[in-house]
């Protein structure tokens, strides 16, 4: 009877009958120093951090949590998903005044060197003045050994960074 009842359960739900297979794609977790130009505001410099999200990689599948900070304090928190050398990236833009966007970016990813690695990203910001777009061409930073302890106690890290609120960006006075 405990047979039958097992068997069941399993045939009822197939996901505790499979383990999900180990992450067997390339882990691209690093500090990256980017240089970009956007439509709207012209060249400017950022550094985006990618951490390989453990618990939702698997096979050649490889998510990421993507994070970055510019010079005018606007802050990006995301995710990013690669296959191969393709990333797919989704991100909030929050402002100093708490508004918010939602952006989205394509990237290619190239070996540099010994596991070092870069990309370029091409994204678009929707917004009420009908969008911006732009490129960053990305590096994988050299990491001192505070910056590698510190992205590594990060990466270990479970809890996913807090989401950007998802206020809509408004230029209407309230």
Same mark, same amino acid.
């Given at each position: ?102 952006? &989205?970016? $394509?990237?290619?990813?190239? @070996? ?5 690695? +870069?990309?370029? *990203?091409?994204?678009?910001? /929707? ?13 994988? &930073?050299? $990491?001192?050994?505070?910056? @590698? ?5 990060? +990466?270990?890290? *479970?809890?996913?960074?807090? /989401? ?11």
């Amino acid at each position: 009877m405990k047979k039958v009842i097992i068997i069941s359960a399993m045939l009822a739900f197939p996901s505790l009958a499979q383990a999900k297979p180990a992450f067997t794609g390339v882990n691209y977790t690093g500090l990256y120093e980017c240089k970009g130009e956007n439509s709207s505001i012209g060249a400017y410099d950022v550094l985006v951090a990618l951490r390989l999200n453990r618990v939702s990689s698997h096979g050649k599948f490889g998510a990421y949590y993507y994070e970055t900070e510019t010079v005018n304090s606007t802050v990006y928190h995301g995710q990013a998903v690669v296959i191969g050398n393709r990333m797919a990236i989704s991100f909030n833009i929050r402002d100093k005044k708490n508004n918010v966007d939602h952006s &989205k970016g $394509l990237a290619t990813i190239k @070996k540099i060197g010994k596991d070092r690695w +870069s990309f370029r *990203k091409e994204y678009f910001e /929707p917004d009420n003045s009908g969008g911006s777009y732009g490129t960053e061409d990305c590096v994988m &930073k050299v $990491l001192t050994a505070e910056e @590698k302890e510190a992205l590594e106690k990060k +990466s270990q890290d *479970k809890t996913p960074p807090k /989401p950007a609120a998802t206020t809509p960006r408004s230029s209407k006075t309230q």
